[in-house]
């Protein structure tokens, strides 16, 4: 079993976990939240340095209201109780996404659970909320004109390493392993600079049903790569004919 460094895990299938049980789809947030609760403490156990969970994309604002409301208010519940955990767990915690589209007290509960954890060096958690990559990249590409256009620096000056740190995850290494729940196999708008050469991992079940021993799983699967980079692997001699 291999732990990767930073994992990014996109917490997919709560609603249909719920339609499943027959309950509505805010219930299968409640158990999402558990689940999560879960691997976040076996992360920190495993030694696991970064965990980023997708908790909220920004398009995920266009869901039926009361939905939203929900998510907000587990958000909410979530930070009161857990922050004196995560302090105790030495977890620091820290957020990407747009948080000025929170609810005002939802944003700085968000504000002092940073504060709260900021001294905390075990693992550090991610969470994106009303997160969107092209949003971040968009916003990226508008504070380096408006850096260009004050004389601050110039077009020719942006390099890899420039936008890498004027994205909201500066000075987090890229995400080696991004694992989804639900059999979906895409990215929805997660993470798109950052994957460049992630591994990924899905699984067909759904994020309630996700276990400490599935992670695992995933961790022995992410073990049995091979991470070229682009280079190769063993330097072959070439022989020319
Ligand atoms: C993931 O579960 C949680 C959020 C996006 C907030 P979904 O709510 O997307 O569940 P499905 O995909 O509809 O089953
Ligand atoms: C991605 O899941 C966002 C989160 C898990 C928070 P979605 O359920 O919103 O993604 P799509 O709509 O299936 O692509
Ligand atoms: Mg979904």
Redesign the pocket.
Known sequence: MKIPKHLAI??????????QHHRP?VY??VK?TRVAKNIIQECSRLGVKYLTL????TE?WM?PQA?VAF?MKILRRYLKKETQNLIKENIRFTVIGEIKRLPADVASSVSAAMVATEKCNGLNLVFAISYGSKQEITNTVKLLAEKIAAGEMTADQIDESTIQSHLSTAGTPDPDLILRT?G?QRLSNFLLWQAAYSEFYFTNQ??PDFTVADLKTAFEDFGNRQRRFGKVAHKNEITLN
């Open positions: 996109i917490m997919d299938g709560n609603g249909r976990w719920a339609e789809r299968g947030h999402g997708y908790a909220f994309s995920n869901r939905e998510l639900s979906e759904l994020w």
